[in-house]
């Protein structure tokens, strides 16, 4: 082998080896994930299922009221305590994502207030989406607001219950209109 070879060998070797050994070497920002200890996460992770908790109960005390099983005397109550405890937990989980600061009183209340539009924002979003869900009639009469899936569900019922011509009169297997025999016995239907 010639020297000038062994050299350009060993200099591309050496390349090689700052390349791979250079994120060994970088000081790298930690993320937030990262900068929080064990504790800091489960308070974080409590906080946010604390939320999902209360804006679904929310939802569902709107929804009893809307329909009647929560008397109009103890719905005001109710409600605000539960928009107060999730704007208690709205304010935690703000103060938890940015860094810990003085908070004055009047900056607490104005915390507060915006925990609380967001909150009924979000149910106002929720009561928008479902009251332009499409109402269909059940069989007795009363109008339901349903998801999509309901309405198609209904739709095969309706449609299946259209089919349907009775029962076989020697085994009593249900028929539709279309069979001239019954599948379970092969009587002839009339």
Known sequence: MDLGSIFLILALLTLVGLFVSRPFFEQRKPSVNTRLNAREKQKLSTLLADR?????????????????????????AQRTLLLQ????????????????QTVETAETVETVETAEARIETAIATRRSAVSSAPSIE??????EI????E????????????????????????????DRFCTKCGATLK
């Open 52 to 76: 999902d908790r209360i804006i679904n109960s929310l939802r569902e005390l709107d929804f009893d009221h809307s329909v009647g099983k929560i008397p109009e005397e103890d719905y005001p």
């Open 138 to 143: 059940n069989g007795n009469g009363y109008a």
């Open 85 to 100: 405890q999730g704007a208690d937990v709205l304010r935690q989980l703000d103060e938890f994502q940015v860094s810990p």
């Open 146 to 149: 349903d998801d999509n899936v």
């Open 151 to 178: 309405v198609l569900i209904a739709a095969r019922r309706r449609a299946r219950h259209e089919k349907s011509a009775g029962f076989c009169p020697k085994c009593g297997n249900p028929v539709q209109n279309s």
